[in-house]
């Protein structure tokens, strides 16, 4: 007889293969149809907020590998913090304003030069609302929940006018202003640079040492052929220097030498001797720095200009001669000294990076790299040039346009960090830096920044809303503010450029600075930072959020930038850091560890992986990999983290399989279970606490293999294999079964949920295939979180259980060695003789099972030692098992105990029922 038709086989149409790719937009389909966003977040109204501010990111083309990474590790903590009670609103923010916009459009044939202002930016406005239309369908894609019906994007006229009402505040109270200073400037993109905007790149570059001829040594110098020798990395510069820098508290020395007397750190003389290849070399004259100031020498290349001796304590002996080639026009150093010496500013290079006029005819016009060249070649052929080597170092360049910036000092307003320092860093300890480095990174950062340079000299943003008087005073008036504000709240910022002076001020506006009543506006806009790092204004506190949020999560690189603007904005206008905890990313890089480019051809597609593997694969690689450090991917890396989702979709379709039939009515009282079902509920709460404790460290890697060792350890391993033969072979109703059941049917439920952050399509479509419950919830993610089960002796039984497992462990090495020796094929058809020592004497109460447990024939238990292998927990022999074996459940007996039809009473009692049926 063919006993396959009276087993109780596992029935489920939740399929063993996934087919994500298939049926994944199918669930985007119905959540949007059935709002399953505005219901989840509703669910959770009146209960307490969880504040996770969304940093924007920038809306051009498509998004990377590195952003996915980012909005799935986003949309895993909003689910987890929405599954365990929070009223967790997420708003979609997208950075619409900045040059690369600018440059996008240029390259689909516009010229920004032969249109209005306020027409091309149009042109950005309506571009840019492309872009954030294709990122938002991306980001939809790989399964985010986020009011994408409200996004925001710094272009939005609401969030402009709070960008307004915070520059005001910052201004009224002092902390912005308008400067001549050296800023990152960028000949590429025709624009000062913030810090965060620069990026460091080797490059080789020429270095010159160049001789200076005294021209007033002030009686401690001669000023027959005696030279001060300065170095430079950046001969463009000699045209623009003003001074020579000493330290004073250095020893210099006159050396005589076959290119005349020249003047270095006496203690560099050796090694500069060797690089300029001289051969004369006697010491003339000692001096300390302090002695030379205010003796003055020709200049090189202007025989009718001046360089001043001037005293600073940044000179060092690290490189160079000891004596700084100074320009205050072109370094931060640079400008201070001749600041404090009364030195003018001096800029001979123009905003494109060309040489200007006053250099002369035979420079004027080059570009700074080709003057490089020139002004070398000149003081060669003057004499000048003592020597000239190719470095290669770390140099700044624009981080958009990846080409070298320079130093240059132009009008630029500043928001003042000095002013707010001790502040900042007062709020930098107050909050919780989950990557321990990022509190150091930023602290340092902030500690050491100087003043922040705010305005740009670009026309896609947000405009710097300051007029200028008569006399060139620029108005700084709350009226004046507020009503820009509420212009740009009911307009949008263009309106500054469509609009005269007179139709943008107040109506009948008068300042003593303006007797005639002509005003100019500001031509400049804002740094694309400050856009995002008022977002917590233009955000929260504009739509009625708590101040501060409770999470910011970002890239590493963010510790300088969005992190660091937000800080700065928000301390200055609120009084305290936009952010109570902050969590860092890191970069995502090819399987060999290389940085992603375009160049190398490394580049990974994420909608190229979520159509070859599905999203959530996508989604547990990002959760299961050590995100807050640099992550790989790659195709053998995808292949695993496959392997891996098999594993827990084939261990819960099991569950749902062996769970048809069974409903919540047919439930077990727990503490009515059989002790090794207690036990897997006891573990079950152990996944659920620490899972928890995980997901709210944000360690999504140790969350998730907490739950993948459950299922494929105490699960799959372990009491799906012994159960097997109870949830097939026994009755349906079989109070034992039933047992068996109600720990599927707790493991499966829990499982789904706590997955569900991560697995959002499968868990949705596991609880689809669950029907165990009859008010079922329409989706998982209005489901209530898992709650533990209260099991009275829950303590004991874990104990005694892993006693338990230390024993099956033992047990199972000497059934392998049986295998080995191919006495058996498998382990139903082993006996096993167990002698427990004393410490796990206490495990003689489970002899009835250990058959069970341990899917053997038999299971004799002794005292005798003897002919028996020790091992940790018992001394063990396993044989081959002589007896009968049951045709329906495959189980070995002995002889003499099968029925007269040949199975064992079990069988032989449900094949009866099932033929009376």
């Not at 943003?461 to 108005?475: K, N, S």
């Not at 995808?638 to 769970?659: A, C, E, P, Q």
């Not at 739950?707 to 012994?722: A, E």
């Amino acid at each position: 007889m063919d006993y396959k038709n009276t087993l109780l086989m596992p029935k489920t149409d939740f399929e063993m293969r996934g087919k994500l790719t298939t049926k994944e937009p199918k669930f985007l389909e119905r959540w949007n149809e059935a709002d399953m966003y505005e219901r989840v977040v509703k669910m959770n109204e009146g209960k307490e907020d969880f504040i996770f501010h969304d940093g924007p990111p920038y809306a051009n083309g498509n998004m990377h590998i590195g952003h996915m990474l980012n909005k799935i590790i986003k949309d895993t903590i909003v689910r987890q913090k929405t599954m365990e009670g929070y009223h967790t609103p997420y708003i979609p923010g997208w950075d619409t304003h900045g040059l690369p916009i600018e440059n996008a459009i240029q390259k689909l044939g516009v010229d920004r030069k032969s249109m209005p202002i306020a027409e091309f930016r149009k042109k950005c406005y309506e571009y840019a609302l492309t872009q954030v239309k294709k990122q938002m369908e991306q980001c939809v894609r790989v399964g985010t929940f986020a009011d994408y019906k409200h996004p925001y994007l710094t272009l939005m006229k609401e969030f402009e006018a709070q960008q307004i009402n915070v520059f005001a505040k910052m201004a009224l109270d002092g902390l912005i202003y308008k400067g001549l200073k050296p800023v990152y400037w960028s000949p590429s993109s025709e624009s000062a640079l913030a810090e965060a905007e620069v990026e460091y790149h080797d490059v080789k570059a020429p270095t010159i040492y160049v001789r200076f001829k005294v021209k007033d040594g002030k009686g401690l110098l001669s000023e027959d052929n005696t030279y001060f020798v300065i170095w430079t990395t950046t001969p463009w510069t000699i045209p623009a220097d003003q001074a020579i820098c000493l330290n004073p508290n250095f020893t210099y020395a006159v050396v005589k030498s076959e290119k005349g007397n020249l003047i270095v750190l006496e203690e560099l003389i050796d090694q500069l001797w060797d690089i300029f290849g001289l051969k004369e070399k006697e010491v003339i004259q000692r001096f300390s720095g302090k002695e030379a100031e205010y003796i003055t020498c020709v200049h090189p290349l202007y025989p009718d200009r001046e360089s001043l001796v001037i005293c600073g304590d940044h000179v060092t002996t690290e490189s160079g001669t000891g004596c700084v080639h100074t320009a205050s026009g072109f370094g931060e150093d640079d400008f201070n000294i001749c600041r404090k010496y009364h030195i003018p500013v001096y800029v001979n290079v123009d905003e494109h990076g060309r040489m200007m006029e006053d250099c002369g005819e035979w420079l004027a016009g080059q570009y700074v790299d080709d003057a490089n060249k020139t002004v070398t070649n000149r003081l060669d052929e003057q004499g000048d040039l003592l020597n000239l080597t190719w470095i290669t170092h770390s140099y700044p360049h624009d981080w958009r346009t990846k080409k070298p910036i320079i130093f240059r000092a132009t009008d630029q307003w500043f928001c003042s960090i000095d002013k707010i320092r001790d502040k900042l860093l007062n709020e930098i300890d107050k909050v919780h830096w989950v990557n321990e480095w990022g509190h150091i990174r930023i602290y340092n950062m902030i500690k050491d920044r100087g003043d922040w340079c705010i305005s740009r000299q670009r026309t896609w943003g947000v405009p710097i809303p300051i007029f200028y008087c008569e006399d060139g005073t620029p108005v700084m008036e709350k009226a004046v503010f507020d009503h820009i504000s509420e212009l740009f709240r009911q307009y949008g910022s263009n309106v500054w450029f469509e609009r005269d002076e007179k139709d943008l001020l107040p109506e009948g506006y008068t300042n003593e600075h303006s007797p005639n009543g002509i005003f100019k506006k500001e031509k400049d806009i804002m740094d694309v930072w400050f856009d995002s790092g008022s977002s917590h204004t233009g955000v929260l506190i504009e739509r009625g959020y708590r101040y501060p949020a409770d999470l910011y999560f970002e890239g590493s690189d963010q510790y300088r930038g969005w992190f660091n603007s937000s800080l700065i904005i928000g301390t200055a206008v609120h009084g305290q850091a936009p952010y109570k905890e902050v969590l860092s990313h890191g970069f995502v890089l090819d399987g060999k560890g290389n940085k992603m480019s375009k160049s190398l051809g490394n580049t990974v597609d994420p909608i190229k992986v979520v159509n070859q593997y599905g999203a959530d694969i996508l989604r547990l690689w990002a959760t299961t990999c050590d995100y807050q450090s640099d992550v790989r991917i790659s195709d053998e890396i995808m292949k695993g983290v496959s392997d891996s989702y098999r594993k827990i979709r084939n261990t819960v379709r099991f569950m749902l399989g062996n769970l048809n039939g069974f409903s919540e009515d047919d439930l077990v009282d727990v503490n009515e279970l059989e002790a090794v079902d207690k036990y897997m509920l006891v573990e079950l709460n152990k996944v659920m606490e620490g899972h928890r404790k995980y997901m709210d460290a944000y360690d999504f890697p140790q969350a998730n293999q907490l739950v993948l060792n459950f299922l494929t350890n105490n699960m799959s391993s372990f009491y799906m294999d012994f159960t097997k033969d109870i949830l097939y072979c026994n009755e349906e109703n079989d109070p034992r079964r039933r047992k068996v059941q109600t720990v599927l049917y707790y493991s499966a439920k829990t499982i789904m949920k706590l997955m569900s952050p991560v697995l959002v399509f499968t868990t949705e479509e596991m609880h689809d295939h669950f029907y165990c419950d009859k008010q079922k919830a329409e989706s998982i993610f209005l489901e209530p979180a898992p709650e533990l089960l209260d099991i009275t002796d829950g303590e004991a039984i874990a104990e005694k259980f892993n006693k338990f497992m230390n024993l099956r462990s033992d047990v199972m090495k000497a059934l392998e060695e049986l295998r080995n020796n191919k006495e058996i094929k498998s382990n139903m058809e082993a006996k096993v003789v167990l002698s427990l020592k004393d410490d796990y004497k206490d495990l003689l109460d489970l002899e009835d099972q250990f058959n069970t447990l341990f899917i053997t024939a038999k299971v004799e238990l002794t005292d005798n030692h003897e002919g028996l292998t020790e091992y940790e927990s018992a001394y063990v022999k396993a044989e081959k098992f002589d007896g009968d074996q049951c045709p329906r459940c495959w189980n070995r007996f002995d002889h003499g105990t099968l029925n007269s039809d040949g199975l064992c009473p079990r069988c032989s009692a449900a094949v009866k029922k099932i033929t009376v049926k």
